[in-house]
């Protein structure tokens, strides 16, 4: 029974004879809303995307993991009022269980560690590249997947940890021909709200939504969330104290309000010199009102963003050394970012920065001039396959015009033709469609034709 999507008027394809003739309807085309596909040319943009990522991940040595994309809607059932769980692609399945496509991936990671029970050797170091997911009113039109790379260290308390992420994101950034000037990250700890409310006497339960909260101060004036503050138990002198702090953008200021000794004061001076140590400290700026929109998060959080000031958040991450007992584990520190495909893709088209990909990346294309020498084809092919090659093989009789129309439009190097005349002597005639040369080259010797191109 395949699930009918309102709005794909499925193709008649069952056996019709016995019915009246039912008028033929065109299937929608389209991937579902606010989804993509990925057509071979899109395909190269998004895995040399993934190359990059995986290219620093292992530079820092970090392993990659996978989990299920769909998992129990519990990992995410949290009550502070996070976009991300309001946004839940969420059912419940034939087995009557409440399910969800994960909008995140660090619930399935704290899952995968909780289920070893501590077997597993800490610190950990693990990365991955889910495609999440979110059930968005289309009002904004805005995508309903994403693919996101995801860099966790868990069992270290320090910030070392977090200096380390933010250098591997860096590291990302300069790869792909970003400079500081392009990208800053902005870093603050929760520790900074966590100490003006505890001085306010807000209780440490309403700590983090207060953070999610005060992350939409980003998105929405302060009024609109007056209400949800004041729900929250926040009167107008609290949260007026609260933003009043959140503005300030200097370690020296915040050290004003809070004092040398204040923890949150000590953590982002360790966080800043750590940056230092890497050589990454014109990247990063302290930032007081970047809390994030994750209700987990305990400490050092970041936000990379570009300079111009344009786009959505390049990534974002922190710590969030609570989650696992949330989840009834052990106390475990923890700290991770998530970096989605869509912003950094925007930034690199505006700056110039993407590469242009060959069509196909084949070296040789493989036609036989006629059907008689078609099997002699084969075997040509799986030569030059054999010595490392990667071929198109012309699998129906065509003409040489459309091959070689075809060799140039896919980018290949080389075409192999087999005419009567060279598989005579044994030979194949090989097109050097870039040098505009050809040669005939021994079939027995196309190994050693290909160790010298
Ligand atoms: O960044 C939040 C998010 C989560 C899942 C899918 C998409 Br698109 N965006």
Not at 120 to 138: A, D, T
Not at 195 to 222: M, N, Q, S, Y
Not at 303 to 313: M, P, Q, S
Request: hydrophobic share 40%; charged share 30%; glycine share 8%.
């Amino acid at each position: 029974n395949a699930v009918q999507d309102k709005d794909v008027l499925a193709k008649t394809s069952a056996d019709t004879s016995s019915q009246p003739k039912q008028p033929k309807v065109k299937m929608d085309t389209n991937p579902p809303k606010g989804t993509r596909d990925f057509y071979p040319e899109e395909m190269r943009l998004r895995t040399w995307l993934f190359d990059q990522w995986r290219s620093v991940a292992a530079g820092y040595g970090f392993s990659e993991y996978d989990a299920p994309v769909l998992e129990s809607e519990a990992l995410y059932t949290r009550k502070a009022g996070e976009e991300v769980t309001q946004q839940l692609y969420n059912f419940v399945d034939k087995g009557d269980r409440a399910v969800a496509l994960r909008p995140e991936m660090t619930p399935s990671l704290a899952r995968m560690v909780m289920a070893k029970k501590g077997g597993l050797p800490l610190p950990l170091k693990w990365f991955s590249i889910p495609q999440c997911w979110r059930y968005e009113r289309m009002t904004r039109g805005r995508r309903r997947e994403h693919f996101q790379w995801n860099m966790d260290v868990w069992g270290v308390a320090g910030e070392e940890a977090d200096a380390e992420l933010l250098s591997a994101m860096v590291t990302f950034f300069k790869k792909v021909g970003l400079t500081s000037e392009d990208v800053g990250i902005k870093v603050n700890s929760r520790m900074v709200i966590g100490e003006i409310l505890t001085e306010l006497g807000i209780p440490e339960e309403k700590f983090a939504a207060t953070c999610v909260l005060v992350d939409k101060l980003e998105k929405v004036p302060l009024d609109a969330i007056q209400g949800d503050l004041e729900e929250l138990g926040l009167d107008r002198s609290v949260v007026e104290r609260l933003t009043g702090v959140l503005t300030v953008n200097s370690v020296e200021a915040i050290q004003e309000i809070l004092g040398e000794e204040s923890p949150a004061v000590q953590q982002i001076k360790k966080l800043i010199s750590l940056c230092e140590g890497y050589g990454i400290e014109d990247w990063i700026i302290f930032d007081a009102s970047v809390v994030r929109g994750l209700a987990y998060y305990t400490g050092v959080v970041f936000e990379a963003f570009d300079r111009k000031g344009v786009l959505r958040a390049i990534a974002g991450g922190g710590r969030y050394d609570k989650l696992l007992e949330t989840f009834g584990g052990d106390p475990t520190p923890a700290a991770g970012f998530g970096f989605g495909d869509a912003v950094i893709v925007e930034l690199l088209k505006d700056r110039d920065l993407l590469p242009s990909f060959e069509a196909s990346g084949v070296d040789t294309v493989v036609f036989a001039m006629n059907e008689d020498l078609y099997k002699a084809s084969l075997d040509v092919a799986s030569k030059l396959r054999a010595a490392g090659q990667k071929v198109d093989l012309i699998l129906e009789p065509k003409k040489t015009k459309w091959v070689m129309k075809h060799a140039n439009r896919i980018g290949a190097k080389y075409c192999a033709i087999i005419g009567s005349q060279e598989f005579e002597n044994g030979e194949v005639a090989i097109k050097n469609l870039e040098a505009s040369e050809q040669e005939s080259v021994k079939i027995a010797e196309l190994e050693e034709w290909v160790s010298k191109q």
